[in-house]
Protein backbone atom coordinates (compact mmCIF):
# COMPACT_ATOMS: atom_id res chain seq x y z
CA UNK A 1 0.00 0.00 0.00
CA UNK A 2 1.29 3.60 -0.71
CA UNK A 3 1.46 5.94 2.11
CA UNK A 4 -1.62 7.91 0.98
CA UNK A 5 -3.93 4.79 1.12
CA UNK A 6 -2.39 4.15 4.59
CA UNK A 7 -3.75 7.94 5.24
CA UNK A 8 -6.55 7.52 3.48
CA UNK A 9 -7.41 4.62 5.48
CA UNK A 10 -6.23 6.16 8.90
CA UNK A 11 -8.86 8.82 7.95
CA UNK A 12 -11.68 6.36 6.79
CA UNK A 13 -10.95 4.63 11.03
CA UNK A 14 -11.22 7.67 12.31
CA UNK A 15 -14.66 8.78 10.88
CA UNK A 16 -15.71 5.46 12.50
CA UNK A 17 -14.32 6.05 15.92
CA UNK A 18 -11.24 3.73 15.06
CA UNK A 19 -8.62 5.79 15.87
CA UNK A 20 -5.52 3.85 14.46
CA UNK A 21 -1.75 4.60 15.82
CA UNK A 22 0.19 4.33 12.57
CA UNK A 23 0.82 2.28 9.07
CA UNK A 24 2.74 -0.50 10.90
CA UNK A 25 -0.69 -1.06 13.01
CA UNK A 26 -2.57 -1.25 10.27
CA UNK A 27 -0.79 -3.43 7.99
CA UNK A 28 -0.86 -6.15 11.14
CA UNK A 29 -4.25 -6.61 11.48
CA UNK A 30 -5.04 -7.82 8.09
CA UNK A 31 -3.16 -11.20 9.15
CA UNK A 32 -4.68 -11.52 12.60
CA UNK A 33 -5.14 -15.15 13.12
CA UNK A 34 -6.54 -15.00 17.16
CA UNK A 35 -8.44 -12.52 18.92
CA UNK A 36 -8.64 -12.79 22.45
CA UNK A 37 -11.67 -10.83 24.17
CA UNK A 38 -11.38 -9.75 27.62
CA UNK A 39 -14.99 -10.35 29.56
CA UNK A 40 -15.89 -8.38 31.76
CA UNK A 41 -16.86 -4.50 30.08
CA UNK A 42 -15.01 -5.89 26.74
CA UNK A 43 -18.05 -8.47 26.05
CA UNK A 44 -19.85 -7.62 28.35
CA UNK A 45 -21.57 -4.38 29.23
CA UNK A 46 -19.20 -3.83 32.27
CA UNK A 47 -22.78 -2.29 33.48
CA UNK A 48 -22.76 -5.39 36.16
CA UNK A 49 -26.18 -4.98 38.36
CA UNK A 50 -26.50 -6.90 41.50
CA UNK A 51 -29.09 -9.53 41.14
CA UNK A 52 -29.13 -10.98 45.01
CA UNK A 53 -27.19 -10.47 48.48
CA UNK A 54 -26.89 -12.57 50.89
CA UNK A 55 -26.02 -12.72 54.55
CA UNK A 56 -24.53 -15.57 56.05
CA UNK A 57 -23.74 -14.10 59.01
CA UNK A 58 -25.77 -12.41 61.87
CA UNK A 59 -25.75 -9.34 60.31
CA UNK A 60 -28.62 -7.13 59.06
CA UNK A 61 -28.80 -6.78 55.26
CA UNK A 62 -28.57 -2.79 55.31
CA UNK A 63 -25.38 -3.15 57.62
CA UNK A 64 -23.87 -5.82 55.57
CA UNK A 65 -24.14 -3.45 52.40
CA UNK A 66 -23.61 -0.48 54.01
CA UNK A 67 -20.34 -2.51 55.05
CA UNK A 68 -19.84 -4.21 51.23
CA UNK A 69 -20.43 -0.39 49.76
CA UNK A 70 -17.53 0.89 52.14
CA UNK A 71 -15.24 -1.22 51.13
CA UNK A 72 -15.68 -1.01 47.66
CA UNK A 73 -15.78 2.97 47.84
CA UNK A 74 -12.83 3.66 46.23
CA UNK A 75 -12.52 0.54 43.66
CA UNK A 76 -13.01 1.34 40.02
CA UNK A 77 -13.75 -1.77 38.88
CA UNK A 78 -17.64 -2.47 37.27
CA UNK A 79 -18.27 -4.55 39.88
CA UNK A 80 -17.78 -1.76 42.53
CA UNK A 81 -19.95 0.30 41.45
CA UNK A 82 -22.86 -2.30 41.20
CA UNK A 83 -22.67 -2.96 44.63
CA UNK A 84 -22.42 1.06 45.78
CA UNK A 85 -25.32 1.70 43.64
CA UNK A 86 -27.61 -1.23 44.99
CA UNK A 87 -26.43 -0.16 48.61
CA UNK A 88 -27.86 3.26 47.48
CA UNK A 89 -30.82 2.02 46.52
CA UNK A 90 -31.42 -0.61 49.17
CA UNK A 91 -31.21 2.50 52.01
CA UNK A 92 -32.90 5.25 49.82
CA UNK A 93 -35.95 3.04 49.53
CA UNK A 94 -36.29 1.09 53.04
CA UNK A 95 -35.99 5.02 54.37
CA UNK A 96 -38.83 6.60 52.24
CA UNK A 97 -40.94 8.37 52.49
CA UNK A 98 -39.35 10.22 55.06
CA UNK A 99 -36.07 10.79 53.57
CA UNK A 100 -35.57 14.66 53.04
CA UNK A 101 -33.41 13.53 50.83
CA UNK A 102 -35.83 12.82 47.88
CA UNK A 103 -35.35 15.33 45.13
CA UNK A 104 -32.70 17.18 46.74
CA UNK A 105 -29.71 15.82 47.62
CA UNK A 106 -27.08 13.91 44.83
CA UNK A 107 -26.68 10.26 44.92
CA UNK A 108 -22.85 11.05 45.97
CA UNK A 109 -24.36 13.21 49.21
CA UNK A 110 -26.61 10.99 50.41
CA UNK A 111 -24.32 7.85 49.80
CA UNK A 112 -21.83 9.56 52.15
CA UNK A 113 -24.25 10.31 54.75
CA UNK A 114 -23.98 6.51 55.55
CA UNK A 115 -21.15 5.22 53.78
CA UNK A 116 -18.43 3.72 56.51
CA UNK A 117 -14.59 5.34 56.83
CA UNK A 118 -12.16 2.81 55.27
CA UNK A 119 -8.93 3.24 55.85
CA UNK A 120 -5.93 1.04 54.44
CA UNK A 121 -7.40 0.44 51.18
CA UNK A 122 -5.91 -1.83 48.84
CA UNK A 123 -7.41 -3.00 45.10
CA UNK A 124 -5.55 -6.28 44.54
CA UNK A 125 -6.20 -7.13 40.41
CA UNK A 126 -7.74 -9.92 39.50
CA UNK A 127 -9.04 -10.33 42.92
CA UNK A 128 -11.03 -7.58 44.70
CA UNK A 129 -10.46 -5.46 47.77
CA UNK A 130 -9.53 -5.16 51.50
CA UNK A 131 -9.83 -2.54 53.94
CA UNK A 132 -10.13 -1.58 57.38
CA UNK A 133 -13.30 -0.59 58.69
CA UNK A 134 -13.98 -0.04 62.37
CA UNK A 135 -10.43 -1.39 62.93
CA UNK A 136 -11.42 -5.04 61.19
CA UNK A 137 -10.29 -6.25 57.98
CA UNK A 138 -12.91 -6.33 55.13
CA UNK A 139 -12.46 -8.51 52.20
CA UNK A 140 -14.45 -7.95 48.67
CA UNK A 141 -13.51 -10.54 46.18
CA UNK A 142 -13.07 -13.70 44.75
CA UNK A 143 -12.45 -17.43 45.94
CA UNK A 144 -8.72 -16.59 45.62
CA UNK A 145 -8.65 -13.42 47.76
CA UNK A 146 -10.65 -15.09 50.53
CA UNK A 147 -7.91 -18.13 50.78
CA UNK A 148 -4.69 -15.92 50.61
CA UNK A 149 -6.40 -14.53 53.59
CA UNK A 150 -7.44 -17.99 54.92
CA UNK A 151 -11.04 -17.48 55.35
CA UNK A 152 -12.91 -20.39 55.43
CA UNK A 153 -15.97 -20.41 52.73
CA UNK A 154 -18.94 -22.58 54.22
CA UNK A 155 -20.37 -25.44 52.33
CA UNK A 156 -23.70 -23.64 51.96
CA UNK A 157 -22.02 -20.55 50.65
CA UNK A 158 -20.23 -22.63 48.29
CA UNK A 159 -23.25 -23.67 47.09
CA UNK A 160 -24.47 -20.67 46.52
CA UNK A 161 -21.89 -19.29 44.77
CA UNK A 162 -21.99 -22.80 42.39
CA UNK A 163 -25.55 -21.85 41.58
CA UNK A 164 -24.80 -17.92 40.88
CA UNK A 165 -21.88 -19.20 38.55
CA UNK A 166 -23.68 -21.44 36.43
CA UNK A 167 -26.51 -18.71 35.97
CA UNK A 168 -23.34 -17.32 34.27
CA UNK A 169 -23.60 -14.63 37.62
CA UNK A 170 -20.66 -13.61 39.61
CA UNK A 171 -20.44 -14.48 43.12
CA UNK A 172 -19.00 -11.90 45.57
CA UNK A 173 -17.54 -12.94 48.24
CA UNK A 174 -17.62 -10.99 51.93
CA UNK A 175 -15.71 -11.40 54.70
CA UNK A 176 -15.34 -9.40 57.80
CA UNK A 177 -13.00 -9.73 60.97
CA UNK A 178 -12.10 -13.06 59.74
CA UNK A 179 -15.39 -14.55 59.15
CA UNK A 180 -17.26 -14.82 55.54
CA UNK A 181 -20.39 -12.40 56.16
CA UNK A 182 -22.31 -13.26 52.73
CA UNK A 183 -22.03 -13.07 49.40
CA UNK A 184 -23.27 -10.94 46.63
CA UNK A 185 -24.40 -12.11 43.32
CA UNK A 186 -23.79 -10.00 39.90
CA UNK A 187 -24.81 -10.20 36.49
CA UNK A 188 -23.08 -8.64 33.54
CA UNK A 189 -25.23 -9.05 30.16
CA UNK A 190 -23.25 -9.40 27.12
CA UNK A 191 -23.24 -6.53 24.50
CA UNK A 192 -25.93 -6.74 22.17
CA UNK A 193 -23.64 -7.40 19.21
CA UNK A 194 -21.19 -9.64 21.04
CA UNK A 195 -22.19 -12.65 19.56
CA UNK A 196 -22.62 -11.92 16.25
CA UNK A 197 -19.43 -9.98 15.99
CA UNK A 198 -17.92 -13.84 17.25
CA UNK A 199 -19.98 -15.12 14.75
CA UNK A 200 -18.30 -12.84 12.18
CA UNK A 201 -15.16 -13.38 12.77
CA UNK A 202 -15.00 -16.87 12.47
CA UNK A 203 -16.63 -16.62 9.06
CA UNK A 204 -13.51 -14.30 8.52
CA UNK A 205 -11.15 -17.05 9.26
CA UNK A 206 -10.05 -15.79 13.11
CA UNK A 207 -10.55 -17.50 15.58
CA UNK A 208 -12.38 -16.06 18.76
CA UNK A 209 -10.78 -16.48 22.11
CA UNK A 210 -11.80 -15.30 25.73
CA UNK A 211 -9.75 -14.89 28.58
CA UNK A 212 -10.76 -13.60 32.25
CA UNK A 213 -10.16 -12.95 35.85
CA UNK A 214 -13.29 -14.46 36.50
CA UNK A 215 -14.10 -17.98 37.50
CA UNK A 216 -14.25 -21.19 35.23
CA UNK A 217 -18.48 -21.52 35.73
CA UNK A 218 -19.09 -17.99 35.00
CA UNK A 219 -16.24 -17.69 32.02
CA UNK A 220 -18.08 -21.00 30.34
CA UNK A 221 -21.66 -19.95 30.93
CA UNK A 222 -20.84 -16.46 29.03
CA UNK A 223 -18.62 -18.28 26.28
CA UNK A 224 -21.28 -20.37 25.36
CA UNK A 225 -23.63 -17.53 25.25
CA UNK A 226 -21.55 -15.38 23.06
CA UNK A 227 -20.62 -18.70 20.70
CA UNK A 228 -16.94 -18.76 22.10
CA UNK A 229 -15.37 -22.46 22.58
CA UNK A 230 -11.74 -21.20 23.45
CA UNK A 231 -11.93 -20.03 27.06
CA UNK A 232 -9.01 -19.10 29.61
CA UNK A 233 -10.48 -18.18 33.36
CA UNK A 234 -9.08 -17.39 36.53
CA UNK A 235 -6.61 -15.58 34.72
CA UNK A 236 -4.65 -12.99 36.87
CA UNK A 237 -3.82 -9.67 34.56
CA UNK A 238 0.20 -10.62 34.13
CA UNK A 239 -1.10 -14.57 33.05
CA UNK A 240 -3.24 -12.81 29.92
CA UNK A 241 -0.32 -11.43 28.09
CA UNK A 242 1.33 -15.26 28.94
CA UNK A 243 -2.16 -16.54 27.00
CA UNK A 244 -0.80 -14.01 23.95
CA UNK A 245 2.27 -15.37 24.10
CA UNK A 246 1.52 -18.54 24.39
CA UNK A 247 -0.49 -18.11 20.47
CA UNK A 248 2.13 -16.28 19.25
CA UNK A 249 4.38 -18.68 19.62
CA UNK A 250 4.07 -20.22 16.17
CA UNK A 251 4.24 -16.70 14.78
CA UNK A 252 0.17 -16.43 14.76
CA UNK A 253 -0.54 -12.59 14.38
CA UNK A 254 -2.76 -12.08 18.14
CA UNK A 255 -5.00 -9.23 18.71
CA UNK A 256 -6.14 -8.61 22.28
CA UNK A 257 -9.50 -6.50 23.23
CA UNK A 258 -10.04 -5.37 26.33
CA UNK A 259 -11.46 -1.90 28.08
CA UNK A 260 -8.47 -1.19 30.09
CA UNK A 261 -9.30 -1.89 33.60
CA UNK A 262 -6.02 -4.47 34.05
CA UNK A 263 -5.87 -5.50 30.36
CA UNK A 264 -2.42 -3.48 29.59
CA UNK A 265 0.07 -5.79 29.58
CA UNK A 266 -2.01 -7.77 27.32
CA UNK A 267 -2.53 -4.98 24.77
CA UNK A 268 0.45 -4.42 25.21
CA UNK A 269 2.05 -8.02 24.57
CA UNK A 270 -0.72 -8.87 21.45
CA UNK A 271 0.72 -7.78 17.93
CA UNK A 272 -2.38 -5.90 17.64
CA UNK A 273 -3.88 -4.33 20.89
CA UNK A 274 -7.33 -2.63 20.54
CA UNK A 275 -8.64 -0.87 23.55
CA UNK A 276 -12.38 -1.01 23.71
CA UNK A 277 -14.66 2.31 24.65
CA UNK A 278 -13.94 5.27 27.33
CA UNK A 279 -11.10 2.94 28.58
CA UNK A 280 -8.44 4.16 30.73
CA UNK A 281 -5.64 6.36 30.04
CA UNK A 282 -3.09 3.18 30.41
CA UNK A 283 -4.67 1.01 28.45
CA UNK A 284 -5.27 3.71 25.43
CA UNK A 285 -0.99 4.09 25.89
CA UNK A 286 -0.71 0.58 25.18
CA UNK A 287 -3.40 -0.02 22.90
CA UNK A 288 -2.56 -0.15 19.02
CA UNK A 289 -6.26 0.94 18.19
CA UNK A 290 -8.72 2.55 20.26
CA UNK A 291 -12.30 1.37 19.46
CA UNK A 292 -14.48 4.99 20.59
CA UNK A 293 -17.54 3.83 19.85
CA UNK A 294 -17.47 0.94 22.65
CA UNK A 295 -19.01 -1.53 19.86
CA UNK A 296 -17.46 -4.67 19.33
CA UNK A 297 -18.53 -4.48 15.59
CA UNK A 298 -15.45 -2.22 15.10
CA UNK A 299 -13.09 -5.21 15.43
CA UNK A 300 -14.15 -6.03 12.60
CA UNK A 301 -14.17 -2.97 10.58
CA UNK A 302 -10.77 -3.06 11.86
CA UNK A 303 -9.84 -5.88 10.49
CA UNK A 304 -11.76 -5.52 7.05
CA UNK A 305 -10.20 -2.02 6.81
CA UNK A 306 -6.47 -3.63 6.59
CA UNK A 307 -7.15 -6.20 4.70
CA UNK A 308 -8.66 -3.90 2.40
CA UNK A 309 -5.66 -1.29 2.15
CA UNK A 310 -3.35 -4.08 1.88
CA UNK A 311 -5.05 -6.67 -0.19
CA UNK A 312 -3.03 -8.87 -2.02
CA UNK A 313 -4.86 -7.95 -5.34
CA UNK A 314 -3.74 -4.81 -6.46
P1 LIG B 1 -11.98 -9.61 33.92
O1 LIG B 1 -10.74 -10.29 33.50
O2 LIG B 1 -13.19 -10.43 33.55
O3 LIG B 1 -12.09 -8.20 33.39
P2 LIG B 1 -10.94 -8.90 36.57
O4 LIG B 1 -9.56 -9.43 36.34
O5 LIG B 1 -11.13 -7.43 36.60
O6 LIG B 1 -11.99 -9.57 35.54
O7 LIG B 1 -11.49 -9.49 37.96
C1 LIG B 1 -11.46 -10.86 38.21
C2 LIG B 1 -12.29 -11.23 39.39
O8 LIG B 1 -11.74 -10.63 40.57
C3 LIG B 1 -13.72 -10.73 39.34
O9 LIG B 1 -14.55 -11.62 38.64
C4 LIG B 1 -14.07 -10.65 40.82
O10 LIG B 1 -14.41 -11.91 41.31
C5 LIG B 1 -12.77 -10.21 41.45
N1 LIG B 1 -12.70 -8.75 41.62
C6 LIG B 1 -11.87 -7.88 40.99
N2 LIG B 1 -12.06 -6.62 41.41
C7 LIG B 1 -13.08 -6.67 42.31
C8 LIG B 1 -13.75 -5.69 43.13
N3 LIG B 1 -13.45 -4.39 43.09
N4 LIG B 1 -14.72 -6.14 43.94
C9 LIG B 1 -15.04 -7.45 44.01
N5 LIG B 1 -14.46 -8.39 43.28
C10 LIG B 1 -13.49 -8.03 42.45
MG1 LIG C 1 -12.17 -6.09 31.95
Same mark, same amino acid.
Given at each position: ???T???????V??N?????K?G?A??????I????F??TG??T?G??S?T???V???M??G?????VA???A???HP????I !??Y??HY?F?S????????GK?S??D????W?L??V?FS????R???C /?I???K??????? /??M?N????P??V??F?V????N??T? !??VAY?????G??????PLK?E????????K??G???L?????????AEA?????GI?DV?A???P??K?DVI?A???DG???AM????????????AAD??M?I????D !?A??A?D?V?M?????D??T????????F???R
Amino acid at each position: ATPTAVMVATGVGANHGVLIKGGDALERAQNIRYVIFDKTGTLTQGKASVTTAKVFSGMELGDFLTLVASAEASSEHPLAKAI !IDYAYHYHFFSKLPTSKAIGKQSKEDIISEWLLEAVEFSALPGRGVQC /LINGKKVLVGNRK /LLMENKVLIPMEVESFMVELELNAKTG !ILVAYDGILAGVIGVADPLKREAAVVVEGLKKMGVQPLMVTGDNWRTAEAVAKEVGIEDVRAEVMPAGKADVIRALQMDGSVVAMVGDGINDSPALAAADVGMAIGAGTD !IAIEAADYVLMKNSLEDVITAIDLSRKTFSRIR
